[in-house]
């Protein structure tokens, strides 16, 4: 069964970073599409970003320069560095996996597995 586990949120203040990570288990990240999602309270589940499972990777436009997507490392895990943040990216921050056509990579219901998700919060 596939697992996914996000680490790494906090409070921090405006204008700093932060790096979450999601490490997938019973499977590896290669077997999926990985993508980042957030959903602040009262809103709707927005997407961050995806790695696809050809390495391609792709942004919202609102954070598109300021954050980053990567491999973790020799661990089972995708990260986002997170920089230069701002109150309004203040949300729980959720790993998800699936395989999703390119057209549909931004849409939460074509992941087929999530995460329990990590609150970050940015004071002004």
């Known amino acids: 069964q596939v697992q996914l586990v996000e680490s790494g949120g906090g409070l921090v203040q405006a204008g700093d970073s932060l790096r979450l990570s999601c490490e997938i288990s019973g499977s590896t990240f290669s077997d999926y599409d990985m993508a980042w999602f957030r959903q602040a309270p009262g809103k709707e589940r927005e997407f961050v970003a995806v790695?696809?499972?050809?390495?391609?990777?792709y942004y919202s436009d609102s954070v598109k320069g300021r954050f980053t997507m990567s491999r973790g490392g020799v661990r089972n895990t995708v990260d986002l560095l997170m920089d230069t943040l701002r109150p309004e990216d203040t949300a729980v921050y959720y790993c998800?996996?699936?395989?999703?056509?390119?057209?549909?990579?931004?849409?939460?219901?074509?992941?087929?597995?999530w995460g329990q998700g990590t609150q970050v919060t940015v004071s002004s």
């Open positions: 998800a996996a699936g395989r999703p056509v390119l057209s549909s990579i931004r849409m939460a219901n074509m992941y087929y597995y």
């Open positions: 790695t696809r499972r050809t390495s391609q990777v």
